[in-house]
């Protein structure tokens, strides 16, 4: 499998069929995922983190037009739940997500981040921080981080969209699913809804969906 490469000097790579569609579940799925959880009038305030493990570079190119990939779909979603689940609310609802954005090639996160100024977020939006590195050796810090943003409910969710199955061991998992995290995947792959235990080192697992069967819970 053709690795995805970004550079500044370069146009985005073009999108292949099969990302368009993963894309369209992820956007969907988040769609969904803001709404099931926010059907109470009278909630508040919806506190998410949004982790993406493997982000790439932001854009993709199909011929002509600028496709959003993983990371400004997530923030794209954000956003769009924060003006959808308002509309007609008497009672304001905070939507409060923050964003963690890894990829171990420095050149894939300075055309994210480049991605991201044009869309008007700043060096210095606290709610996104981008990560060079493996998303392996970030992970413990961005759970960490997570807690005490989130000491109680510590609601998230993981993409890891890997070039290759080898990519996710199944050790980084369960580190995630220790938390109560969600977790979707790319190839290899899974969607989870899962809740793990507060406290615990116990998960339970929801429905599995998985875009590739060599997956061991698919
Ligand atoms: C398929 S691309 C991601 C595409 C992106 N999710 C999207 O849809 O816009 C996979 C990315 O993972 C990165 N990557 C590969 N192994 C990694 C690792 N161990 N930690 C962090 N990033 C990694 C690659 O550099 C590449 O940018």
Known sequence: MAEFRWHL?????????????????????LSAYFDRLNVSPHREEFKLDLVDGFCGGGTF?????????????????????NDRLNRNRAKRLRVDCKFYFVDKEQAHIDH?????????????????????????????GIVAEIQRRQPRAGRSIFLLDQAGFAQVELELVNRI???????????GSILAPCGGLRGGSRWR??????????????
């Open 9 to 29: 000097s370069d146009p985005p790579p073009r999108i292949q069929d099969h990302s368009h569609a993963k894309l369209k579940v992820l956007r969907s799925y």
């Open 61 to 81: 190119t199909d011929g002509t037009i600028t496709v959003p990939g993983s990371p400004l779909i997530m923030l794209e979603e954000a956003h769009a739940a």
């Open 112 to 140: 994210l981040n480049a991605c991201l100024a044009e869309r008007g977020y700043g060096p210095n939006d606290e709610r996104i921080v981008l990560r060079h590195g493996h998303f392996e050796n970030s992970l413990d």
């Open 177 to 187: 699913f220790r938390g109560r995290f969600r977790l979707l995947c790319g190839y």
């Open 205 to 218: 697992a929801g429905s599995v969906l998985g875009f590739d069967s060599r997956w061991p819970f698919a």
